[in-house]
């Protein structure tokens, strides 16, 4: 493989585009509204999700550059992250990082309500990078609030509010699967990868997973039953993927990335995908 080949590769693997799959819950609102549709909304939730994959990007070379040294220290990092193994310099980062800017900028103009809700995130993790990442629980919580902020984006995009039931039952999901992540983290490196984990212990991060997960349940059905009760027969699906996902981390030691983990098990895809049928099928407008 020739230089510029795994230089192109290399830049490809620096915004980690497999982790746009997190931008899915951009579509949230976009099924619960039953927009699904309208060609418009679907088009701008589109525009909204890339613009937050984008931001993503951003958010993982800023990371990256700030943690250079201590991901050359670490087993799979420094092998895996680009910046960390020399595969890129971190001029051609922050080039990178210079053009993702520049399309969110222009994205502005575009979307400006949806690139606002962008910013916001931008802060968030530049906050989390530098500072909040090094705080138990804040660290957690932070990571869900973008989970959350995403869901608010595809809600800015469709002009519509998001529900009360709807941010807290994404906040209860992304507080599950960041305290798996963490969990899997301090099981498979101990607290080398992160000072963080020093402060944490596995049992005390299973509470937090096992509360969570429960939230996330609860909350839905009561949302499935007093809003949309024609979603009952979604509740299934999502107790499986609860039991399913807790499977993978605990038995397959999957869960330190939830994007891989999601892609990796074929039960937990089908399960997602099943839902989203379900869901488009039992809240499909109906014409009289």
């Known amino acids: 493989m020739s230089n510029i080949s795994k230089k192109i590769l ?19 609102p976009l099924i619960f509204t039953g927009s699904f549709l309208n060609y418009t909304s679907v088009t701008n939730v589109i525009y909204a999700a890339l613009l937050f994959s984008v931001a993503a990007s951003a958010v993982y070379i800023v990371n990256d550059i700030h943690d250079i040294e201590n991901d050359r ?33 222009a994205g502005f103009f575009v979307f400006p309500k949806v690139v606002e809700v962008i910013a916001i995130y931008l802060v968030l993790n530049l906050a989390y990078s530098f500072v909040l990442k090094h705080e138990p629980v804040v660290d957690i919580f932070t990571i869900a609030i973008g989970f959350v ?7 800015v995009a469709l002009a519509v509010p998001v529900s009360g039931w709807m941010f807290v039952t994404t906040l209860c999901l992304a507080l599950y699967l960041a305290a798996v992540k963490r969990r899997q983290e301090l099981d498979q490196n101990g607290s080398d990868g992160r000072k963080v984990l020093e402060k944490y212990s ?5 509470r937090y997973a096992e509360m969570s997960a429960t939230g996330a349940l609860v909350f839905y059905s009561m949302f499935v039953m007093s809003a949309k009760p024609q979603l009952i ?28 983990a999601l892609i990796g098990d074929w039960q937990l895809l089908l399960t997602v995908l099943l839902w989203i049928i379900a869901c488009g099928y039992a809240l499909l407008p109906v014409k009289v």
């Open 10 to 28: 290399g830049l490809i693997a620096l915004i980690r585009p497999k982790q746009w799959v997190k931008n899915g819950f951009v579509f949230a």
């Open 73 to 105: 220290k670490h087993p799979k990092k420094s092998k895996k992250r680009p910046l960390a193994s020399g595969l890129i310099s971190v001029k051609a980062a922050i080039a990178m990082l210079g053009v993702l800017y520049a399309i969110l900028f």
């Open 149 to 155: 902020l995403r869901v608010y984006a595809g809600a």
């Open 202 to 206: 596995i049992s005390l991060v299973d």
């Open 233 to 260: 027969i979604t509740v299934p699906l999502v107790l499986f993927g609860l039991f399913r996902y807790w499977y993978v981390v605990e038995e397959l030691d999957g869960g330190e990335s939830p994007t891989d």
